[in-house]
């Protein structure tokens, strides 16, 4: 093991300061270097607190609101996580050090095969990239643990949520009134039932409908 990187052990205690306090999230973030996850001309900013641009116009999420997310999705060592918004690989890359398996989606080919190449270095075996239309889920793999969607939903994505498991966790933003997302935690407590909890506004790019022509 090499000593972890000082500006690492800096943001996570900026993290834990600001909410993030589960031990396990924490260590998952303190594992993950970031620096690998954006373009080269921001390595400088690496480890700020704050979003970056990355390929195809999209981004990596700031380290707070990733740190967060996690929190709130309770991941253990038993659960089957479904993320739709793969972009750099740096969210899938967190869960995968806490959940059994995390499944990410992304519609960008150029993000899903960069993100692929990150989680090999990482060897991080226990992820499975595609690239599509997550709005769909992945019915193939349905029923989900856990789902994570890293984009805005313009309105509650029921396709996805109909692919949670009783007992299962969903953390999503949804877009608001006030041109942000709500970040709303679903908790399906039987097959038919959905209690959901607003639990701050956040910004993410949109959740974009349909295949991508794009690279
Ligand atoms: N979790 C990412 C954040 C990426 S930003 C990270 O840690 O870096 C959100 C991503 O969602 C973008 O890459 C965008 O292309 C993707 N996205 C938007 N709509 C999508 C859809 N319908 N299916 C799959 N991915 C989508």
Request: neutral net charge.
């Amino acid at each position: 093991m090499t000593a972890p990187d000082p500006r690492v052990i800096q943001l996570v205690m900026s993290l834990r300061g600001s909410g993030v306090t589960d031990r396990l999230v924490l260590a998952a973030i303190e594992r993950t270097p970031r620096d690998i996850f954006v373009p080269d001309r921001f390595l400088d900013h690496a480890f700020d607190d704050r979003a970056l641009p990355i390929d195809c116009g999209q981004t990596i999420s700031q380290p707070l609101i990733v740190g967060l997310m996690t929190q709130l999705l309770q991941v253990d060592d038993r659960c089957k996580v479904l993320e739709i918004g793969t972009g750099s690989g740096y969210q899938a890359a967190i869960l995968a050090r806490l959940a059994r398996r995390v499944y990410t989606i992304e519609r960008y080919r150029t993000l899903a095969k960069e993100a692929e190449a990150r989680f090999a270095a990482l060897r991080l075996t226990n992820i499975t990239p595609r690239i599509g239309d997550g709005t769909k889920g992945w019915p193939e793999q349905a029923p989900f643990d856990r789902i994570i969607v890293t984009a805005g939903a313009p309105v509650r994505p029921d396709t996805l949520l109909a692919q949670l498991k009783p007992g299962g966790i969903a953390v999503i933003p949804v877009n608001n009134d006030r041109g942000s997302q709500t970040l709303v935690r679903y908790i399906k407590t039987d097959s038919d039932t959905l209690d959901e909890e607003a639990v701050m506004d956040v910004r993410f790019v949109p959740l974009v409908e349909g295949e991508t022509k794009a690279l």
